[in-house]
């Protein structure tokens, strides 16, 4: 048996090796999906077919988030299927670089998300079994800083490419980063099933759960154990404001409309992920110390303000001045939210609950980005923003009638 420094030292290990990986697979991501609505504009799409490609993926991405989060509580090895999501979510990106139609740029988007979704609730699972519940927000915001640390880098790079190299070439260098991604992940990040580590659990408790679990099945642990209340009722503020939280890439595509040049469209992502890299930590610890309930409501109030100034475009300016707050969204929300979801449940049923929250989420993202594509062909560019600020705002009053101790 490994001793309580070696337990320590193995899960710190983990949480560094997630952020690494995730800063790899992000710097891949954001270096193709920055540049995409400007590489659909010389295939002869627009905002509709964003709006299709998007939210298509969104929703393959949310049927697979459910079920991973079903079999995380029931395999043993989750390692195997993080690796797998990551291996081929980094194999298909480069393959933008040769597509001739957007039907082509659906499949890759496609596939994935298929991948991240099926990777995405046993990593989380894996994160939650490495920490006590008094930092789950710090693991989560670490991870989440070197996420958005990726989407720094990312786009600089696409930006130093395009000038010299042309789309196409970004494409197929985003393939190195993935490929160092998938190696990470296969080589330094160890399984943590049974290794949980709640530090509200005595050590009576933990020596039952022990040896309950050496004759009951993980399925049986899980299949039993009902979702409470307070689970619900974050699921349904969070499913609303999602209604109106659609596909960055229009963010990219407005900014375009109001005279930002197609080749500063990866600066976009630049300016909001150095705000969303430098906050996400802090936010995470700070809401490892208050209610985190209270800071994801911070959270969606900036969503809204950022949005409204985006809906108005008054100039290229306060575009430039939002982008940079709406860092603070990502921070404060991101990371934080996963935690509140981890703490409001039992640990059997921890993938349970968080593939039905990514399910829910994405596919209503799904309607978010297909609702924005529409509303924009209808009745300009205005109005989705403005839609999407109003719902922001009434998921804070549900998220603010939950329980005082979450």
Not at 19 to 31: P, Y
Not at 102 to 116: A, G, V
Request: glycine share 8%; hydrophobic share 55%; charged share 15%.
């Amino acid at each position: 048996m490994p001793s309580p420094a070696e337990r320590e030292a193995s899960a710190a290990r983990n949480i560094y090796a997630f952020g690494i990986t995730s800063f790899l697979n992000d710097v891949a991501t954001e270096m193709a999906y920055w540049v995409l609505p400007a590489f659909l504009a010389t295939l002869g799409a627009g905002p509709a077919q964003l709006g299709l490609i998007e939210g298509i993926a969104e929703s393959v991405a949310s049927f697979s988030q459910l079920f991973s989060g079903y079999l995380a509580d029931r395999i043993e090895r989750r390692k195997p299927v993080v690796v797998a999501g990551y291996f081929i979510a980094n194999a298909v990106k480069p393959l933008l670089a040769v597509v001739t139609a957007w039907p082509q740029i659906l499949l890759i988007r496609f596939s994935d998300r298929l991948s991240k979704g099926f990777r995405a609730a046993p990593r989380d699972v894996m994160v939650a079994e490495s920490v006590p519940k008094n930092r789950l927000g710090s693991a989560y915001g670490l991870i989440q800083s070197m996420d958005s640390a990726g989407a720094i880098a990312g786009p600089l790079i696409a930006l130093m490419m395009l000038s010299r190299f042309g789309i196409r070439s970004v494409f197929w260098a985003a393939g190195v980063p993935g490929a160092l991604c998938v190696l990470v992940a296969w080589a330094v990040i160890r399984e943590t099933k049974g290794r949980g580590k709640d530090s509200d659990t005595s050590g009576a408790e933990k020596l039952h759960a022990q040896e309950n679990s050496k004759i009951i099945s993980p399925a049986l642990k899980s299949s039993g154990v009902k979702l409470p209340a307070s689970f619900y009722l974050v699921l349904i503020a969070v499913t609303l404001f999602s209604l109106g939280n659609s596909s960055d890439m229009f963010l990219a595509l407005r900014a375009q409309s109001v005279g930002i040049r197609v080749a500063l469209a990866p600066l976009l992502g630049l300016v909001f992920n150095i705000t969303y890299t430098l906050a996400s930590w802090p936010a995470g610890w700070f809401s490892d110390h208050v209610s985190r309930r209270l800071v994801a409501s911070v959270g969606y109030v900036i969503f809204a303000a950022v949005y409204f100034v985006f809906g108005r475009a008054p100039s290229a300016l306060a575009i430039w001045i939002a982008m940079a707050v709406y860092g603070f969204y990502y921070a404060l929300t991101q990371p934080v939210l996963k935690a509140l979801v981890v703490q409001s449940v039992g640990e059997q049923v921890r993938g349970r609950a968080l593939g039905i929250y990514f399910f829910v989420t994405s596919f209503a993202t799904l309607a978010a980005s297909l609702i924005t594509g529409e509303l924009w062909k209808l009745y300009g560019a205005k109005i989705p923003f403005y839609f999407s600020a109003a719902l922001a705002l009434a998921a804070v009053a549900l998220l603010q009638c939950g329980r005082r101790d979450l």
